[in-house]
């Protein structure tokens, strides 16, 4: 063997040790998103789905945390998934929704509106909590891009060591035991809560210096109708029950608007709660700003049968391979049910 192959042998296994000696120090350096701000895994864990879903939510915590799809699948046989994050952007779930269609077509896809109220990057922390679970694709640059703050680089994003190098002060046994992987926190993107911290009071609304949306919130929920429109889905806008942050009538005249120009169902089971049975006393876990497990069942057997009756959401309980991942999905769920409200 000449001197020259020897060079290029021995470059190669230094280049391919010290790859793995980065890879590895980045598993252990990311956030797991385990004990601490379990929401952050919610959006990698749809990537692990082995069926296919009728209905697809995406939005903020006023759906993964709202909206049970164990409860649509038990009670209507609905095949449904949650892509939320914490205070999800629109235009992160305009590429999240551009992300579902690399896999699959959903019949309906919900999306809740209350993120219209931003029209501008908030944080750094929340755009990770809903990119960095985002397979590499052209609709994670396009979030990226959209997302970033002007402290950001999309660098880090692509490879997220850069961002987190600093993190070794910080580590625990935690980012070890997790560095390859971790249990599932969520139930088809559902994060369950099971404590009751009832309503006592509401803040009395803050009057603002203007109530209209921005152009780019009304340009990303038309692209999102676009898209859906081009793949023969249904796009459906909720806003879910939630007391505060506050809702203006304002808000809901121009998405009312919007609804009836381009002929789109929109829900306000804010104003529903009565119907749906929600007991501010017993069905939330903070106060009002979200349903616990007893509420998010409640509202999601309120909303399935409109999905059934309004949409013609097929039952897929007959489907034996579908029966099969959803009987796991439902033991799964109800374990955490029982360990957590003991």
């Known amino acids: 063997m000449n001197k020259k192959i020897k060079i290029i042998i021995l470059c190669c296994v230094s280049l391919v040790l010290t790859v793995t000696v980065l890879w590895l120090a980045q598993c252990i350096l990311v956030p797991k998103y385990v004990s601490e701000i379990p929401e952050g895994a919610l959006i990698a864990e749809y990537y692990d789905e082995t069926v296919g879903h009728d209905v697809m939510f ?5 759906v993964y945390e709202n909206f049970s799809p164990i ?4 009670e209507y046989g609905i095949s449904s998934y949650i892509r939320g994050s914490a205070q999800q952007l629109i235009w992160q779930s305009y590429y999240l929704l551009e992300d579902v269609y690399r896999y699959e077509v959903p019949q309906v896809v919900v999306f809740n509106v209350l993120s219209m109220k931003y029209d501008e990057p908030q944080s750094e922390a929340y755009n990770r909590m809903t990119i960095d679970g985002m397979r590499m694709s052209s609709s994670k640059l396009g979030a990226i891009r959209a997302s970033m703050t002007e402290q950001e680089d999309l660098i880090t994003y692509i490879f997220p060591l850069l961002r987190y190098h600093s993190r070794w002060s910080e580590i625990s046994g935690e980012d070890f035991k997790y560095m390859f992987g971790r249990e599932r926190i969520g139930h ?3 994060l369950m809560q099971t404590g009751v911290r009832p309503v006592e009071t509401v803040p009395a609304p803050v009057p603002l210096e203007n109530y209209d949306f921005s152009e780019i919130c009304w340009d990303y929920l038309d692209r999102m109708r676009e898209l859906c429109e081009s793949h023969g889905s249904e796009l459906v806008l909720i806003k879910a029950p939630s007391l505060y942050p506050h809702w203006y009538d304002e808000w809901e005249e121009q998405i009312v608007t919007y609804a009836q120009k381009y ?10 709660c009565n119907e749906i049975d929600i007991d501010w006393s017993t ?8 349903l616990n497990v007893v509420g998010a069942e409640k509202l999601s057997a309120y909303f399935g049968n409109i999905l059934v009756d309004e949409f013609e959401v097929p039952d897929r309980r007959n489907d034996t ?3 099969h991942v959803w009987q796991s999905k439902c033991e799964q769920y109800y374990k955490e049910k029982e360990e957590k409200l003991k």
């Open 71 to 74: 409860t649509l699948w038990e």
């Open 283 to 290: 069905d939330t876990y903070d106060m009002g700003l979200h």
């Open 321 to 323: 391979e579908m029966s």
């Open 58 to 62: 995406v939005g903020d915590c006023e």
């Open 188 to 190: 088809s993107g559902y």
């Open 263 to 272: 002929d789109l169902k929109y829900y306000n089971l804010l104003e529903l």
